[in-house]
């Protein structure tokens, strides 16, 4: 059974703190690890898609990055507007790319 | 990105009545999903919304509870039937699109 683990649950910075949030996953076979952000109310923005070990990707403060076992998101300098959960998933093959099994999710909460 | 409307936002319903939750996509999209998320928890997959046949449901979810309708490839409604207050979630609509998953904005039911 594929299992995706997020830690810590929940982490609360200082604006301009930086940290990493971490994903841990078991699947038989990674034909994706993906990464939204999910502000209350909303449903989840996708922003990262990482296909295999190595593989890093940017977006202003944010830095994903995928092992054979895990995923970092890394956040530079937050800023309070970066509060949000944020959620890792991975799609494990099959016929159809949106089976996505989802972790937890990490609360992010920056202090100005 | 595909822009997707999910309709009601919210709504606040009896035990054992059945609502319908709307969603729209503003271009045509091969693959439709529906997904719940329950309250403190991680978004679970319901169904796959399949244009011109039966959705395929996840183990857990029944059609009889979860009726999925998908005239067409920019549009599909589920309904939550004979609902229990177990049933108060999120329920989101979301598309494949360009190997990537974009999710609506979500129905918040609640069930009394």
């Known amino acids: 059974e594929d299992q995706v683990t997020q830690s810590p649950e929940a982490l609360r910075l200082q604006e301009g703190e930086s940290s990493s949030l971490n994903c841990s996953y078991t699947?038989?076979?990674?034909?994706?690890l993906f990464w939204y952000r999910q502000d209350p109310g909303k449903g989840p923005e996708f922003l990262f898609t990482?296909?295999?070990a190595g593989e890093e990707k940017e977006k202003e403060r944010l830095k994903a990055t995928l092992t054979k076992k895990e995923s970092f998101l890394h956040i530079t300098a937050p800023k309070p507007e970066d509060s949000a959960t944020y959620l890792c998933?991975?799609?494990?093959?099959?016929?159809?790319?949106?089976?996505?099994?989802f972790g937890q999710g990490t609360i992010l909460t920056v202090h100005p | 990105s595909a822009v997707i409307s999910q309709k009601p936002s919210r709504d606040i319903c009896q035990r054992g009545t059945s609502l319908t939750i709307q969603c729209q996509v503003d271009?045509?999209?091969?693959?439709m999903f529906w997904y719940r998320q329950q309250p403190g928890q991680s978004l679970t997959l319901i169904a796959t919304?399949?244009?011109?046949?039966?959705?395929?449901?996840e183990s857990g979810f029944v059609i009889d509870k979860f009726p999925i309708s998908r005239p067409n490839l920019t549009f599909s409604t589920l309904t939550v039937s004979n609902m229990s207050p177990e049933d108060s979630s999120i329920y989101l609509c979301?598309?494949?699109?360009?190997?990537?998953?974009?999710f609506g904005s979500g129905t918040q039911l609640s069930v009394l």
């Open positions: 990482l296909y295999s």
């Open positions: 998933a991975v799609d494990a093959g099959g016929t159809s790319y949106g089976k996505l099994t």
């Open positions: 271009s045509q999209v091969t693959m």
């Open positions: 979301s598309v494949g699109q360009n190997e990537k998953l974009f």
């Open positions: 699947v038989s076979g990674l034909r994706g």
């Open positions: 919304a399949n244009q011109g046949s039966e959705a395929t449901y």
